[in-house]
């Protein structure tokens, strides 16, 4: 069984310090916990870009843009809605979405930024709290470790 460490920066106003923490899900995999490794990587990388083009108004002004930005969105398989029953009416309001705002509200809902989906083999996906992104915390690296054995031991002496 694989699972995946994260260490990250975090903190308040006044200081900061840095974590590892584990995302809370298991893989009876290698090839699952790559998998999830790799929907983690694009996950920060696909909010950290939306971010960037909200900060600099690169899309904000281009309906086409920003429909182009949700449909790479909704494509991603680490996507995840509200839930299930949300995710029908979030599509009928992007079906129905003719201005430019709609679509900036859309790429501006906190759940998936927030959340993401990992396959751990069960009957449907996990989702999992990205703790690794807020206001004072920001990832490092990510790891996939061997969960219920140790994989680092300490020399004392």
């Not at 108004?57 to 086409?64: F, I, S, T, W």
């Not at 705002?101 to 959340?115: D, F, K, R, T």
């Amino acid at each position: 069984m694989f699972t995946i460490e994260i260490y990250y920066d975090t903190g308040d106003s006044f200081t900061s310090y840095s974590e590892i923490e584990k995302i809370g899900a298991v893989f009876p995999t290698l090839e699952m916990a790559q998998k999830a490794l790799f929907d983690i990587e694009d996950h920060f990388s696909f909010l950290s870009e939306v971010e960037n083009d909200k900060r600099y108004h690169h899309v904000l002004g281009d309906y086409d843009s920003l429909k182009s930005k949700v449909e790479d969105l909704y494509a991603k398989d680490w996507y995840i809605d509200f839930c299930d029953d949300d995710k029908e009416d979030f599509e009928e309001i992007y079906n129905n979405a003719e201005s430019k705002e709609l679509m900036y509200a859309i790429l501006n809902s906190s759940h998936w930024q927030c959340y993401l989906k990992v396959d751990c083999g069960e009957d449907e996906p996990r989702e999992i709290r990205a703790f690794w992104i807020g206001f004072f915390e920001h990832p490092r690296t990510a790891k996939i470790v061997v969960e219920g054995k140790p994989n680092e031991i300490v020399f004392k002496g």
